[in-house]
């Protein structure tokens, strides 16, 4: 076709869009039954709703409880918009959809063009000849969501799946995120929305799917193999070809002509390209990849651009399972880093600057993998594209969470496009290395009853053997597959084993960690509450009580408050506070101090041990949860404790078969040989004994330099000494007993606040001991925040805290109770 226009895409997100109920559910307010209230694209309807003031923002109070009506509602969404005249000298014309939360009709111009139902795929129904020149309308007719999933519940069966003793939704029968029905860390919020729409019209050809691989050979050289999957009107001939460029400069190039049906594979040679590595271990070298298909005459179709890195990924699993390690380059990483959940109830509150932002939170706290949980999303492309650049590795979940997925109805298909959808779009990002069909499905089958409840029906083993799979062997061969998490070799092998795989280790707690050494360990947590600022803001100060209404209505782990704080509360430091203030702090030391502990064990037995990823990163709702980063994406003091064990060099002292022992963890590429200091100190500051140390750690490993005792001696009085060990990275402390028994004394501490450019400096001069000491300026201003956190002084010791913020704070306060916490507090 000669003079093709080449592929056309409208937008229609700026359109006017409007959403109005049909049949509302009860508890609906009166106003909703005949309105029509305005929308916006990205959106869903709970946020529609809430900026016409007609139903209350669900992060706010306890707004949830007024808003279920919404889940069990239809909905009309639907926009107007004069198509581009260019449209119509086009050979085929569609409407695309994409990020459409619940199960719709999709009506343009008044006829059934097709049905969306998964929030994990692209949309796209055929329209050529039904837009006029005139006025077009776009609709999308929702199914009240939850009378979708129990309708569907019933027609193919009755399945367990998580929270369902709760009366959480059976969020297994509908392809949308699972945690948006209800889970222990976030409210119910079962909606509908569309994420984007376009029209987009073409001629003779265009690219439906490109998949770049970059393919290394045996002697080191790299190729870029390009799958690419095309549209195609007729069988006229296309030619399809790639550029590679580093900057301005052009590095390989390849092309090819066609006029068959089919995937089309182009081979680029990238001589002299750098690899790239995830942070510590290299640079994140990216290159620029553009394809693009054109007519015979050399008229442009359509192209698609990336960017690209160059690696070898593999997953190291011994010869018979007894390892789980990824290789990257040939070289093994510990993995140090935490599990990603949808960073805002809504996916359109999730910006691309909030998601980077909390990307590059990763980086800082010393992470170098995030593991996308496969209860949420795939995410957003401005998350991988941040993960490419600043080199943190993605653990990929599909999205299979918690509960027994059917086998019948559409669900196979749905899921299978979504495998081939997902895989396609992601492949291209180095970052990305490797692929997991879903969470605790297999162990939740084994181990939480559920085998039994099954019964003979079906519950997702074929999407996790066959399907996901086999999709991930055909069009994205170079990373591997991981069947579930946790997983040990098979669906009836005990998914929890140790000495297999991965492991969720949440069988333990505190020093229990110790009482294990997976392989790798996928999942592990301790709760904390949000900062002050955060949780004030949520649920008003007048409930920011211990045992108050919103405290406990904020808390969505099954066991509740009392069992997850007051029980380790009292065991560690005697008493569970009555007052909010010292009750928070304590809460704070105890994630901090639960996720040390963890991290330094599991990297102390490198390489035995490849890797840990802490339950969670992040956070989507004000709340009492296992985050490290709350919703308002303010770091807990956990972070800056987790950010000095995840430190690329770091001093540790373990208890290991009965002795003290002091421990080195090196993930650089210099091995250390040098001398440490080790110390017995009396809390009152007097030195009872020192040693220097020879140690020795090579490059990217741990090593135990020896027991404590015979370096200091054992301890005289355990209640009012403890152990400093410094000279290589993070400086170790031990103490031989828990605080409750120990014999603090009253902290003293003399401090100068001075006002710097973007802050404060809080000059501190510890004149006793001062352990886990917390500045939590969010009580004085929400922007505020302390650059480190659950920091010890010992008497005598000098430290400069720096507070970032644009506000005027009242210098004073800074130095005070609540805003300056430490152990001991108050008894």
């Known amino acids: 076709m000669t003079g093709a226009l080449g592929l056309l895409r409208q937008g229609l997100e700026c359109e006017h869009w409007t959403v109005r109920a049909v049949a509302p559910g009860e508890g609906a307010p009166a106003i909703v039954r005949n309105g029509l209230f305005k929308s916006k694209v990205p959106g869903c309807v709970h946020l529609d709703l809430a900026r016409a003031r007609i139903a209350p923002h669900p992060g706010k109070g306890f707004a949830e409880r007024e808003v279920q009506w919404i889940g069990r509602s239809g909905w009309i969404l639907a926009a107007e918009f004069m198509a581009d005249e260019r449209a119509f000298a086009q050979q085929r014309c569609e409407i695309v959809l994409g990020g459409v939360d619940g199960v719709a009709e999709v009506r ?23 837009l006029t ?55 119910r919020v079962a909606t509908c929305g569309l994420g984007g729409a376009a029209i987009e019209t073409w001629s003779v050809a265009r690219l439906r799917r490109v998949r770049p691989h970059c393919v290394q050979d045996a002697s080191g050289a790299w190729t870029v193999q390009v799958d690419v999957e095309i549209d195609r009107t007729g069988g006229e001939v296309v030619r399809l070809s790639a550029m590679l460029r580093d900057g301005e400069r052009d590095l390989g190039f390849a092309g090819a002509e066609s006029s068959g049906e089919g995937t089309m594979t182009l081979r680029v040679r990238a001589p002299g390209v750098e690899a790239w590595w995830p942070c510590g271990h290299g640079g994140q070298k990216l290159y620029d990849l553009h394809v693009w298909i054109s007519a015979a005459d050399g008229a442009p179709l359509d192209d698609w651009k990336g960017r690209i890195g160059f690696r070898t990924i593999r997953l190291d699993q011994g010869r018979g399972g007894e390892r789980f390690a990824i290789e990257v380059n040939g070289r093994p990483i510990f993995c140090r880093g935490s599990n990603w959940i949808p960073d805002a109830l809504f996916a359109a509150e999730a910006t691309p600057e909030r998601v980077r932002r909390r990307v590059e939170q990763a980086r800082s706290a010393n992470m170098n993998m995030l593991r996308v949980w496969g209860g949420g999303r795939y995410e957003q492309d401005e998350f991988y594209r941040a993960c490419d650049e600043l080199g943190i590795l993605v653990w990929q979940d599909f999205m299979l969470a918690c509960a027994m997925y059917p086998e019948e109805g559409e669900l196979p298909g749905l899921i299978g496009r979504e495998a081939e959808e997902q895989v396609s779009r992601l492949c291209a990002h180095p970052s990305v290395v490797l692929w997991c069909g879903g969470n605790e499905n297999v162990w939740a089958r084994q181990a939480w009853g559920w085998k039994q409840r099954l019964g003979e029906a079906t519950w997702g083993e074929r999407y996790i053997t066959e399907i996901l799979p086999s999709a991930c062997a055909r069009l994205d061969p170079t990373r591997p597959y991981w069947p579930n998490s946790p997983w040990s070799g098979g669906v009836e092998r005990d998914a929890q084993d140790v000495g297999v795989g991965d492991r969720h280790t949440w069988d333990r707690e505190f020093e229990g960690y110790r009482e294990v050494t997976p392989l790798f360990t996928s999942e592990l947590g301790r709760q904390a509450p949000a900062t002050w600022a955060t949780l004030a803001e949520a649920i008003g100060r007048e409930q920011m009580g211990v045992g108050s209404e919103a405290m406990n209505f904020r808390q969505r782990a099954l066991a509740g408050n009392r069992p997850i704080y007051a029980t380790a509360m009292q065991k560690y430091f005697g008493r569970e506070p009555e007052h909010i203030d010292e009750w928070l702090y304590l809460a704070h030391v105890l994630q901090g101090r639960a996720l040390s502990i963890a991290a330094t064990w599991h990297r102390l037995h490198w390489p035995k041990c490849a890797g840990l990823l802490t339950w969670q990163l992040n956070d989507c709702w004000a709340a009492l949860t296992w985050s490290v980063i709350d919703s308002g994406g303010r770091p807990k003091p956990g972070y800056h404790a987790l950010r000095r064990a995840f430190a690329p060099r770091v001093a540790t002292i373990q208890p290991i078969e009965g002795r003290v022992m002091l421990g080195l963890i090196n993930d650089t590429p210099e091995a250390f040989e040098g001398v440490l200091t080790v110390r017995r100190i009396g809390f009152d500051g007097r030195e009872l004994a020192e040693g220097r140390v020879e140690a020795r750690v090579g490059a990217w490993a741990a090593a135990m330099v020896g027991d404590v005792a015979a370096m200091v001696g054992g301890a005289s009085d355990e209640r009012s000494e403890l152990v400093a060990a410094e000279g290589f990275g993070e400086r170790a402390l031990w103490f031989w007993r828990d605080d409750v ?9 003399r401090g100068r606040v001075e006002k710097v450019e973007g802050g404060y400096e809080l000059r501190l001069h510890a004149e006793t001991l001062l352990r886990d000491v917390v500045i939590e300026p969010t009580r004085l201003s929400g922007d505020a925040e302390c650059d480190d956190q659950l920091v010890t002084l010992l008497p005598g010791e000098r430290r400069v805290l720096r507070v970032r913020t644009e506000a005027d704070l009242d210098a004073e306060r800074l130095l005070r109770p609540p805003v300056l916490m430490c152990l001991p507090g108050p008894r």
């Open 741 to 749: 028994e120990l014999a603090y004394g009253a902290p003293l501490c």
């Open 108 to 130: 343009v111009n008044g006829r059934t063009v097709g049905r969306a139902a998964s929030s994990y795929l692209t949309h796209r129904y055929a329209v050529t000849g039904e």
């Open 133 to 187: 020149k005139g006025r077009n309308r776009v609709e999308l007719h929702f199914e009240p969501i939850l009378t979708h999933i129990e309708r569907e519940r019933q027609r193919l069966g009755a399945r367990p799946h998580n929270g369902d003793e709760a009366g959480w939704a059976p969020f297994q029968y509908v392809r949308a995120p699972a945690c948006m029905f209800g889970w222990d860390w976030g409210p």
